[in-house]
């Protein structure tokens, strides 16, 4: 895959190293995911009303430690959802606001999800064979005369006889 998005993967499963190892797996060589996982600071993972409020919420730092175990390179996060979880009116309406707001503020404000786009960065493969010379060679073929090239016949050379 180039692209992976996971929303409600790590924080609802019971073996998150499982998930992460088989989305390292999935991915091709500079694939990119973005996982979104509920903010620990957040209102939304605290309430059960939500689809954050189940499972396991993460702190910035936590994510991040996870996802670099799992080799995955951090390239941008960003945290969402500054409106309250609530059906009221009044927060539904105020909704753009509050996002563009909480957007130009620093990642530490607690938004109700966390959102972090990493990638897969891997080794350029090595050529097969010695990567090193070899100290010692065997000469085994040192007494094997090299091979000559013929001489052209006479008529191709332009003589004439």
């Not at 993972?45 to 936590?62: C, H, I, K, V």
Request: aromatic share 4%; no cysteine.
């Amino acid at each position: 895959l180039d692209k992976l998005v996971m929303l409600h993967g790590l924080e609802t499963t019971e073996q998150p190293s499982l998930i992460l190892d088989e989305a390292w797996r999935v991915l091709g060589p500079g694939g990119r995911a973005v996982i979104i996982v509920p903010n620990r600071a957040g209102r939304w993972s605290r309430s059960d009303a939500t689809p954050f409020g189940y499972g396991r919420p993460y702190s910035l730092s936590q994510l991040e430690a996870q996802l670099r175990r799992h080799h995955f390179v951090t390239e941008r996060a960003m945290s969402a959802l500054y409106q309250p979880p609530s059906a009221k009116r009044l927060w539904r309406k105020s909704a753009g606001v509050l996002e563009r707001i909480g957007h130009n503020m620093p990642l530490i404000v607690a938004g109700g999800v966390l959102i972090v786009e990493v990638s897969k960065q891997s080794a350029a493969p090595t050529r097969p064979g010695l990567t090193e010379a070899v100290k010692r060679p065997l000469k085994a073929l040192e007494g094997i005369a090299k091979p000559q090239p013929k001489p052209e016949p006479a008529a191709s050379r332009g003589d004439s006889r």
